[in-house]
């Protein structure tokens, strides 16, 4: 089963406008993590945000935001004011202990399209 | 402060040839990471290091893959012999310590294997 799924293969947005992209997890673990990260084109995987599992408030990090609904178990990323320079591949992730190893399953990503 | 850096930012080899990939990570962590992402896919966790010890090497195929971290800094990995599946991004993390961290990555090596 998937531990990481984000059902939006590809998204589009005009400049300016903010932009939801789902991520939905599965866990039986009370604590872990979740992260975003962006992928340009140049290929480097740039952390975004994260939010523990007990943390209390959804995370912002300038123009993000992370919707966090726990009973759901979604984690979606909002981007506000899309600018062109967001346009990037965005990976979900989430950090989880297996056997005692620390390990970050990402998800498939979401292609963001900004359009001027 | 500096990134996490690697070397080569490509290659392109022909299968059974053999390629090492090197990563340095951000001065201090303790933790280094080597993901494989292939074309379409999120990456995939090979290798972690805790200083120079191996922390998790479950998804290695250790067949063909080997990693080291002699000196608990650098790592190298390398494929021998390459196969054409073996094509992809290949990424190196670093954290400061193993758990509740932040992994933050280099720009990768692009590999093709023809």
């Known amino acids: 089963a998937q531990k990481i799924t984000q059902t939006q293969p590809g998204m589009f947005v005009q400049e300016k406008e903010a932009v939801t992209l789902d991520c939905t997890y599965d866990t039986s673990d009370p604590s872990y993590g979740l992260f975003w990260y962006k992928q340009p084109s140049s290929g480097e995987m740039i952390f975004l945000i994260y939010q523990g599992s007990y943390d209390q408030q959804n995370a912002t990090e300038g123009r993000y935001s992370l919707n966090f609904q726990k009973a759901r178990k979604s984690a979606n990323l909002v981007i506000s004011a899309s600018q062109l320079g967001d346009s990037a591949m965005y990976f979900c992730?989430?950090?989880?202990?297996?056997?005692?190893?620390?390990?970050?399953?990402f998800g498939k990503g979401t292609k963001l399209t900004v359009n001027p | 402060e500096a990134g996490v850096a690697q070397s080569p930012r490509y290659k392109i080899i022909e299968k059974r040839q053999s390629v090492a990939f090197w990563c340095n990570p951000i001065s201090g962590h303790a933790t280094l990471y080597w993901y494989q992402q292939i074309l379409g896919q999120g990456p995939k966790l090979l290798i972690q290091f805790q200083n120079n010890g191996v922390v998790d090497d479950s998804q290695l195929p250790k067949d063909r893959f080997s990693a080291e971290r002699l000196k608990g800094v650098d790592s190298t990995l390398k494929i021998q012999p390459a196969k054409l599946e073996d094509s992809a991004v290949y990424l190196c993390?670093?954290?400061?310590?193993?758990?509740?961290?932040?992994?933050?990555f280099g720009p990768g090596t692009r590999l093709l294997v023809l």
């Open positions: 993390a670093s954290s400061l310590e193993r758990q509740q961290e932040t992994q933050y």
């Open positions: 992730a989430m950090r989880e202990n297996q056997g005692g190893s620390e390990k970050l399953v």
